[in-house]
């Protein structure tokens, strides 16, 4: 019999292989729970963290992840986020409410960039045990262009970033130097001509052959590895 042909794409290219395996051979003990923080403009219902909020918790086989709003963006009205330091106390009350609900399984804090800023100052709580940090497009450049490293610096849990090659809120060598000096175990997976939220160019990605969803899965797929090694490492 005639081997089946694959479906071709709308865009005329062959059919994407499917998403990473997800971690179901680990016992269920070892299933992480994850909390995902939101960034600054935009709740947890928007478009972006349900889509990242479904693939990872495929690519994890995760008890759960946990999105919530911070109290700026409850009620539908958009209001300008205070300083990060001030949304901690509510992080870190989420945090705890999810972990009560998942005693055992291992934590995972993530966070869109805003969120992943909030998510590193809560990881450093003595009140709670974390297995590892996902920062998805970390800000590491603040609005007047200062570097804000401070809070990188002082993490003792194990840290991913993933960052576009073209975000101008961390451009990639500053990032590497910060990472060098981080006194935890790091990683970085690049996503080739990704902006701050990961969104490829259509013209970037007909020069370069780069596919936006295939792109992401690998985003993804690294994502998953890490949370594996830093959780067999706990």
Known sequence: MAPKRRRAAAD????????????RT????????????HGAGAPSSSDWMVHWKDMVKDALDAVEVATFDYPYMSGGKRR??????KLVDHHLGVVKDV????PGHPLV????????????????????????VICLGYPLKG?????????????KIP???????????CPLDKLESTRKKMNCKNGLHVIDGG????KIGKKYQECTGVNQQAAEMEAVKAIAKFVENSIAGT
């Open 80 to 85: 300008a986020p205070p300083k990060a330091e």
């Open 99 to 102: 972990v009560a609900e998942h």
């Open 109 to 132: 804090l993530m966070g869109k960039s805003m969120g992943s800023r909030v998510s590193c100052m809560v990881a450093n709580s003595d009140d709670i045990i974390v297995s590892a």
């Open 12 to 23: 005329g290219s062959s059919e994407l292989p499917p998403p990473p395996p997800p971690l």
């Open 143 to 155: 609005m007047n262009g200062a570097l804000r490293d401070e809070t990188l610096l002082n993490l």
């Open 159 to 169: 840290t991913m970033f993933v960052q576009g090659s073209k975000d101008s809120l």
């Open 26 to 37: 680990a016992p269920s003990h070892l299933q992480p729970v994850v909390v995902f923080a």
């Open 195 to 198: 902006d701050h939220s990961f």
